[in-house]
């Protein structure tokens, strides 16, 4: 969120402007790291975007996610460096909300964050199982292997997921017919 600020400089000139922090106690360190005597601090409001309105229409879609994983595991296969690889992705991405998340993560990277701390921030995108998975690939060294094995996984759960509202589509046509002759019986 951004902050807007007013503080000295260390040679007692006014500045000002607008940080963006995660939270007030944030901005206020990153102004003192930067040798600033904070007068006042205060959040920014920004008047609401569409996606802010109607999220369900900007949401990422799980096979974006799932050819990501993909795409992701065969770069980092081929040797590239996580971060290299997310950029080269991010230009490739055609969902404008997807591509907005994973430049939020390759700045998380380049701010020196791991790559499951920055995915973290994005729990809406990245499932939970994703996210615990991406720990400890990190932690043996062995990302694009569990990468692949997640993008299996999700891909094996989309696909239930869509058989089991196949099947169910039967029975509930069937009840919507049966009580719209039951209602047509009564009325007539």
Known sequence: MPFKYVA??????MVQGILDAQAEKSAEETLD?????VISLREVKR???IEDLFPSLFKVKGQDV????????TLLEAGLAILPA???LEDQIASKPFKRVIS?????LQAGSSFSHAIEKHSQVFPDMFRRMMVIGERTGDTDTILRQVAEYMERQSLATKK???????????LFLSLGVVALLITV
């Open 8 to 13: 000295y400089t260390e040679d007692n000139q």
């Open 33 to 37: 790291k930067a040798g600033y005597r």
């Open 47 to 49: 008047p609401p975007n």
């Open 66 to 73: 799932i050819t990501f994983s993909r795409q992701l595991a």
């Open 86 to 88: 997310l950029q080269v």
């Open 104 to 108: 939020e993560v390759v700045k998380d």
């Open 164 to 174: 089991a509202a196949k099947a169910l589509m039967i029975p509930v046509i069937t």
